[in-house]
């Protein structure tokens, strides 16, 4: 099963898991990171690089996040390839601890 990022992305973006991944299935918004589902090799390099542990397998995404697989899978047709580390947000460790940011979300 393929790997998302869920909401605790938002607004960090911390790009550690880009680099990693062997076949480039992140995507780049905004303010967020996105994993394309159908290119992701479950692969698992991606998940213990990311500081704010927004990257699971959809297979042990709880009830509160289960729209985050859509989320993925959706913005993942729109938004480009990233498959290089960037720079993080000037203000992304203070969003670290943030919960509820999907409102955040820009498109």
């Known amino acids: 099963m393929p ?4 909401e605790s992305c938002i607004k960090c973006k911390y790009t550690d ?5 062997p076949v ?3 995507h780049e918004g905004p303010n967020m990171l996105v994993i394309d589902p159908d290119e992701c090799i479950d692969c698992t390099l991606c998940e213990p690089e990311c ?9 042990d995404v ?3 996040m289960q729209n985050f697989i ?10 480009p390839v990233i498959n290089s580390m960037k ?3 000037a203000d992304a460790d ?3 601890e943030v919960k509820d940011k999907l409102k955040y979300l820009e498109r």
């Open 51 to 59: 500081p704010v542990e927004a990257i699971m397998s959809d297979e």
């Open 62 to 64: 709880d009830e509160s």
């Open 94 to 96: 203070d969003w670290k």
């Open 17 to 21: 898991c880009v680099e990693v991944c």
């Open 70 to 79: 859509e989320l993925n899978a959706e913005l993942s047709r729109e938004w």
């Open 87 to 89: 720079d993080a947000p």
């Open 24 to 26: 480039d299935c992140f």
């Open 3 to 6: 790997f998302i990022v869920t």
